[in-house]
């Protein structure tokens, strides 16, 4: 699983306080074997913590998120870029989105040619 978490100005104050909440509640339901990695997008996506079966290190890195750097918000790249990631990993796979679902960007990957 990927936790894609939008971390931008316009979501941080209200993303920052409940994303930990967030990994409280998903994490202890969550089966020991199972692989975990945190990216966070604004202008550009960045991973945080790759794939890991420690859970304790996601919630640490989404606690250690501070201040974000730009207000924008390319939702649609970073899903894509996201899957793209994904595309090679073996077994199921799923991205849980943690965002506004308002896309900032307006020319983003997806509307190329």
Do not use: C, H
Not at 24 to 48: C, G, H, I, S, Y
Not at 87 to 93: A, I, L
């Amino acid at each position: 699983m990927v936790v894609l978490m939008q971390f931008s100005g316009n979501s941080y104050g209200w993303f920052a306080y409940y994303a930990k909440y967030w990994a409280d509640a998903l994490f202890p339901n969550l089966q020991p074997k199972d692989w975990v990695a945190l990216e966070t997008f604004d202008m550009k996506t960045r991973l945080e913590v790759d794939f890991t079966q420690n859970k304790d290190e996601i919630r640490n890195a989404i606690y250690r998120l501070y201040f974000p750097g730009f207000s924008e918000s390319n939702v649609f790249d970073a899903i894509l870029e996201t899957t793209e990631r994904l595309k090679d990993v073996n077994g199921k796979k799923s991205i849980l989105l943690l965002a506004s679902g308002v896309d900032t960007f307006p020319n983003t990957l997806s509307t190329k040619p």
